[in-house]
């Protein structure tokens, strides 16, 4: 089913189930690792699985741009940020 909108605990629950089927010794032998590190890494992934799966704007993160006082005016005058000059 193409373009269809899955809820956050849709897709968390198809990832548990996927990182559950992983072979971890066999992976860690691939990767030549320990495989305890491979199981503590994995454990970090699935306690951030909704974070990471949640549904984000494309693109790079706007930044605020904000205004700054002068610190040698009355405090009226503002001074542009140096992108800007």
């Known amino acids: 089913m193409g373009n269809r909108v ?8 198809a990832m548990e189930v996927a ?13 030549g ?7 503590y890494d994995l454990n970090k992934v699935r306690a951030r699985l909704a974070e990471l799966l949640s549904n984000h704007k494309p693109g790079p993160v706007q930044k605020k741009v904000r205004c700054r006082r002068s610190s ?3 405090g009226s005058a503002r001074t542009l940020p140096s992108v800007w000059t």
């Open 6 to 13: 899955r809820s956050i605990d849709e897709k968390v629950q």
């Open 19 to 31: 990182l559950k089927g992983v072979n971890v010794e066999r992976a860690a032998r691939e990767a």
């Open 33 to 39: 690792v320990p495989a305890s590190t491979l199981r």
């Open 72 to 74: 040698t005016g009355s």
